[in-house]
């Protein structure tokens, strides 16, 4: 496994609540919260999150993130024109 992969578990419900979070986000553009079933998947993603990535104990995280969210971004561009 490379460093640049991350591999968290979830359990069936919690996959099946997000995946439906996310598809509904993609339609509306915006990310609602609509019941607690989603909020509890949402938080125990976040902790697995926390358990995970150790850049957050890094004092450059703000600087950390910044250059996480260009890559995604430039990812995104790449395969969008490939």
Do not use: C, W
């Not at 607690?36 to 150790?54: D, F, G, H, M």
């Not at 703000?62 to 996480?68: E, F, G, T």
């Amino acid at each position: 496994m490379s460093d640049d992969t991350i591999i968290l578990t979830l359990t069936k419900p919690e996959a099946l609540v997000l995946f439906e979070l996310l598809a509904d986000f993609h339609e509306q553009k915006e990310l609602k919260i609509g019941n607690q079933a989603e909020r509890i998947a949402l938080r125990n993603l976040s902790s697995r999150l926390e358990k995970t990535v150790v850049e957050i104990f890094s004092p450059e995280y703000d600087q950390i993130v910044v250059q996480a969210r260009d890559l995604i971004v430039s990812n995104q561009t790449k395969s969008t024109t490939d």
